[in-house]
Nanobody, 115 residues
């Protein structure tokens, strides 16, 4: 099993920034990808960004140029730097990690963008 714990969410004004962290523990060997999804009230969960072990990244069109995904393998931690936040970025953000065909999810962290 892989355990994931997100942190760094909170309330921020439009145009502000937040950095989310995702700490991984447990059987973290052979994790092939880490990433972030989000779910806004009344909407389906959607991909935000992913980072593969090969170094490639993938972003949702809605966050390209504003969000940056990264990972620190030494710390077993993934990050999502979010800049120029908009009210429509308000959602619960979930960290994911893939190991083989298994996807692990964190419990989520709330991000609220509001003035």
């Amino acid at each position: 099993q892989v355990q994931l714990v997100e942190s760094g969410g909170g309330l921020v004004q439009p145009g502000g920034s937040l950095r989310l962290s995702c700490a991984a523990s447990g059987s973290i060997f052979s994790i092939s990808a880490m990433g972030w999804y989000r779910q806004a009230p009344g909407k389906q969960r959607e991909l935000v960004a992913t980072f593969t072990s090969g170094g490639s990244t993938n972003y949702a069109d809605s966050v390209k140029g504003r969000f940056t995904i990264s990972r620190d393998n030494a710390k077993n931690t993934g990050y999502l730097q979010m800049n120029s936040l908009k009210p429509e970025d308000t959602a619960v953000y979930y960290c994911i990690a893939d190991r083989g065909r298994t996807r692990f999810w964190g419990p989520g962290t709330q991000v609220t963008v509001s003035s």
